[in-house]
């Protein structure tokens, strides 16, 4: 009996220990607009993180799967700038968004909108689930 318990507890522990640990995040870009992207890794308690930075050409349906800075930790946010193609920024202000996990250090909506400034119009920003961010 001491064995079963015992056992439950590891895999419960295991479990956890998973769930607690970041997954690869996929980008989709599905614009005709190019963006420079700030990922942020955080751990749970908002004490450290560390970032990815990528920059997204044009869509529509463009994808990009970032891993992890840290994979003991969750995806916190992304700071999206609009860009022209050389992934320079074209002067329109960035838009901050958070995951949908337990962490939301800096109180950011999960989806927020922009405006491009390299002729492309408005553009949303969403973090659809932990590990996917998609901009329309």
């Known amino acids: 009996m001491k064995k079963m318990i015992f056992s439950c507890f590891l895999l419960i522990a295991g479990a956890a220990t998973a769930l607690a640990q970041s997954s690869p995040l996929t980008v989709t870009n599905n614009t005709n607009c190019a963006f420079e992207i700030e990922l942020f890794n955080t751990e749970d308690g908002c004490g450290a993180s560390c ?55 800096l109180g950011l909506p999960n989806s927020d909108n922009g405006i491009h400034c390299a002729g492309c119009g408005p553009y949303m920003v969403v973090f659809s689930s932990p590990t996917n961010l998609d901009l329309f």
């Open 51 to 105: 970032s990815v930075t990528i920059c997204i050409p044009p869509g529509p349906g463009t994808m990009q799967v970032v891993n992890p800075c840290n994979p003991d930790w969750f995806w916190d946010r992304a700071i999206v700038t609009p860009t022209i193609d050389a992934c320079t920024p074209c002067g329109s202000p960035s838009v901050g968004v958070a995951s949908p996990n337990p962490t939301n250090c």
